[in-house]
């Protein structure tokens, strides 16, 4: 978790399977990221990691959780991210 909340805050991008993460945002595949303001939850319902929106019922992104490697350390830094506690 440490060397990963370094490597965001030095402006590198990490890759969890098939999301990334940055300072600035997460993005599933191929889609457009979405700011870190713009996140509401990021959950792990039914073994699926869902990226929810503030007012929207239907989820960002979802990937099967197994596809998310590091699923762990990929869940304590969005939290620390989506709270604007990390950098």
Sequence with gaps: MPQALQAV???QTLAFGPLAVSSGGIAVG???GLPWNEVKEIQVVQGAVRIMQPGKILAYGSVEASNVPNLYTFLALTQQLTQ???L
């Design 84 to 86: 604007g506690r990390a």
């Design 30 to 32: 191929a889609k457009p």
């Design 9 to 11: 805050g030095a402006g």
